[in-house]
């Protein structure tokens, strides 16, 4: 299944995100998940992130964080953002 729309048509995404947790000695308790629906179709299913992922290696939770701001990337193509919601649940 395919839930792009065609090129030069705006895309959604509904991104939820469940932090990971840690322990008082910082150790991981509980990893991050991501849901994700794709013009409202889901294409991933509370999936496990493995940690932050760095130039090479693997991914790792190299550090008890709490919150960080989001980053929005790009790769040198022609993009836009618009109606950016960010709520806690």
């Known amino acids: ?14 991104v939820i995100y469940t932090a990971p947790r840690f ?3 910082g150790e991981l308790e ?6 994700v629906l794709h013009n409202g179709v889901l294409v991933q299913n509370h999936v496990e992130i493995q940690g932050t992922t760095e130039w090479i290696g693997a991914p ?3 550090e008890a964080h709490g919150c960080a701001p989001l980053y929005l990337q790009d790769h040198d193509a022609a993009v836009s953002f618009r109606n950016i919601w960010i709520r806690e649940l």
């Not at 792009?4 to 995404?13: C, D, M, V």
């Open 30 to 35: 509980s990893p991050a998940y991501v849901t």
């Open 23 to 25: 322990d008082d000695a």
């Open 60 to 62: 790792s939770y190299d």
């Open 1 to 14: 299944m395919n839930a792009s729309r065609p090129p030069g048509e705006w895309q959604s995404y509904d």
